[in-house]
């Protein structure tokens, strides 16, 4: 039996930002989940069935582990969390939803940068999907349903990330091994 691999992106972001790494992966046997914060021209969106491992950015880690647990074979985590509002205070959160709703591509234009994204992505923006996308970033909190996660989870954090501080994620992800780039940001 062939292994299958899902990647799933983090917010604020879309498929594409896999480009460089699926390349290394077979790409018949790779699934790409798009949260759909950014419209598309192209879909290629493939959502499989078959048990298969995961490889998340973000809030791809915790959106995999609260819609796709039974599916996940072994997880890969880069810069993941459970809980998001133990990294950013629910207050920014929701002061870039009203930034969202006054002038979405500045917010977004200001929230890339600040995630190190070199290039502004040119994609219309699905501000719908932003909002609910924020608004999962701040109620959702998987920490229960982890303890009792029982398949191999490998977390990869940015010694540098901006948004989860590197002591943070060494507490998050006690007990999973963990592997940092020390020089690493958020993406």
């Given amino acids: 039996m062939s292994v299958q691999y899902t990647f799933i992106h983090g917010w604020g972001m879309g498929s594409g930002v896999w480009g460089i790494i699926s390349q290394y992966f077979p790409f018949e046997q790779s699934n790409f989940i798009d949260l759909g914060f950014l419209y598309r021209f192209t879909p290629k969106t493939i959502n499989s069935a078959k048990k298969s491992i995961y490889i998340t950015h973000s809030l791809g880690a915790l ?26 205070d629910e207050r920014v959160l929701r002061t870039m939803q009203k930034r969202l709703m006054r ?80 020089d690493g940001g958020h993406l």
């Fill in 103 to 182: 002038d979405p591509r500045a917010q977004m234009q200001e929230f890339w940068e600040n995630i190190g994204l070199e290039k502004p992505l040119r994609q219309a923006l699905n501000e719908d999907k932003l909002h609910e996308g924020l608004d999962w970033l701040i109620n959702w909190d998987i920490n229960a349903e982890l303890k009792s996660f029982n398949v191999p989870i490998l977390s990869l954090a940015g010694g540098q990330d901006p948004l989860l501080p590197l002591d943070k994620i060494k507490q998050e992800w006690a007990g999973v091994d963990l592997i940092v780039k020390e």
């Fill in 63 to 88: 959106w995999a582990l609260k819609n796709c647990a039974e599916d996940i074979e072994a997880l890969i985590i880069i810069n993941g969390f459970t809980n998001f509002t133990n990294f950013v």
